[in-house]
Structure formats: structure tokens, C-alpha cells
């Protein structure tokens, strides 16, 4: 079984604070992204990598920054937290061609205080 | 452009009654595939199904069965005889050649004891 794990599933950070969620994914999965959940607007991407030291862009990057140096890892940065960045992370993988299932860790809840 | 839609937010049912779950989707490709997710309390998006967009046959997998219609352009899942395990939220989801995946806003089902 793909197991994706995030290495938090609370934080609490403060306002300003530069702060680094990681997600680790164990199936060799050329694949990885970062979704934020918010409550009625579904998942939606922030960033994804399709390959090691890769990154694009996704639906709302604004305010992050990410990190793949090795092909299991994809770190998700926010490079100065902001209340409005109060939310569920969550991070998937999945193989390399197109139409593959997403796998998902168990979610980082984020407060910004 | 891509949408999916989720019309019910939440939903309540007492167990061992039916319950579907609306889903119905946009896209300009010929080629495509939709996805069911399940999220429990616990925050791990769950993978429930796949489906090509040349396959219309329906599915069962126990309790689960899925209606794919491409005429109207929807995806339902069906839950028969409903546990308090299934309460959960579920997503809807759409993937397209070059785009990423888009997700419902996701319905809540409550099953009651």
C-alpha cells in the first residue's frame, strides 16, 4: 500500500513565522502535490512537482514556495505565515502517467495565530 | 474549462437506508477520468473508485455502486444499506489530459444509529 506521510498533523505558528510542512511518500511516485481544505471550497492545488528539483505552480501559490530534493520528499513552505493561511494541508502522490489516483497523507491542520 | 459540482453539502440518513451522492462534472476532452474520494474524520482522502470516460457500465463494489452517465454528464455514488462507518465527506473528482485534477466542494453524509 502508498503510504504518504505528513510530518504533522497539528501546528500551531504565529503570525510572520516562516514555517515548513513536509510530506514523504514511500511508492516511488514521480508525482507530488499540496492541497489546502477549507470548508465549501473543496481541495484546491497550491503546488505540484513532477520530477526531483521540479515545481509548478497550481490554482493558488500565493504566499508559498516548495522544495523536491529527492524524489520521495516535497516540502511546502510558507514563507511568512498569515492568519488567511489558516487551513488543512494535505499532500499526495501518484505514478507518473496522467490518469493515476492521487494518494493522500492524513492532512497537516495549520493555525496561524 | 473543468468544474465539478457537488450540489448536496450535507446529508443525513439513518443507517440501513440508501443514500446517493450527486456528482456532475464539465470538461471539453474526449478523454477523461472521474474519481471518488472518501474522508473520515481521521483527514486521509481515501481513493473509493476510477472510471474512464469510455467505460459507462455501472460498478458495485459491496455496499458502493457508481452510475456514470455520460448524457448528463454525472457520476453518482451509491451507498446501500448505510453504516455509521460511511460517515464521512465525500469527493467528487475530474482529471483531463493536461490538466490537474479538480475537485467537488464535497458532501458531508451523516449516518445517524
Known amino acids: 500500500d502508498v503510504k504518504v506521510t505528513q510530518s504533522s498533523r497539528y501546528l500551531v505558528k504565529r503570525t510572520g513565522e516562516k514555517v515548513f510542512l513536509e510530506c514523504v511518500q514511500d511508492m516511488d511516485h514521480e508525482n507530488m502535490f499540496w492541497y489546502r481544505q477549507d470548508p465549501g471550497l473543496g481541495l484546491r492545488l497550491i503546488y505540484f512537482s513532477y520530477d526531483v528539483k521540479m515545481k509548478e505552480k497550481g490554482d493558488i501559490p500565493e504566499g508559498y514556495s516548495v522544495s523536491r530534493e529527492k524524489k520521495e520528499r516535497f516540502s511546502l513552505i510558507l514563507e511568512s505565515a498569515s492568519t488567511n493561511q489558516t487551513s488543512m494541508y494535505l499532500c499526495?502522490?501518484?505514478?507518473?502517467?496522467?490518469?493515476?489516483?492521487?494518494?493522500f497523507g492524513d492532512g497537516t491542520r495549520l493555525s496561524i495565530l | 474549462a473543468q468544474k465539478v459540482t457537488q450540489a448536496q453539502t450535507e446529508i443525513s440518513v439513518v443507517e440501513k437506508e440508501d443514500v446517493t451522492l450527486d456528482c456532475v462534472y464539465e470538461t471539453r476532452d474526449t478523454t477523461y477520468y472521474l474519481f471518488w474520494y472518501k474522508q473520515p474524520p481521521s483527514g486521509e482522502l481515501v481513493f473509493l473508485i476510477r472510471r474512464n470516460s469510455f467505460d459507462e457500465q455501472n460498478e458495485i463494489s459491496g455496499r458502493y455502486s457508481w452510475n456514470f452517465q455520460k448524457s448528463t454528464s454525472s457520476f453518482n455514488f451509491t451507498i446501500t444499506a448505510s453504516q455509521v462507518v460511511d460517515s464521512a465527506v465525500y469527493f467528487c473528482?475530474?482529471?483531463?489530459?493536461?490538466?490537474?485534477?479538480?475537485f467537488g466542494p464535497g458532501t458531508r453524509l451523516s449516518v445517524l444509529p
Open positions: 499526495a502522490s501518484s505514478l507518473g502517467s496522467t490518469f493515476e489516483p492521487q494518494h
Open positions: 473528482a475530474l482529471k483531463d489530459y493536461g490538466q490537474n485534477f479538480v
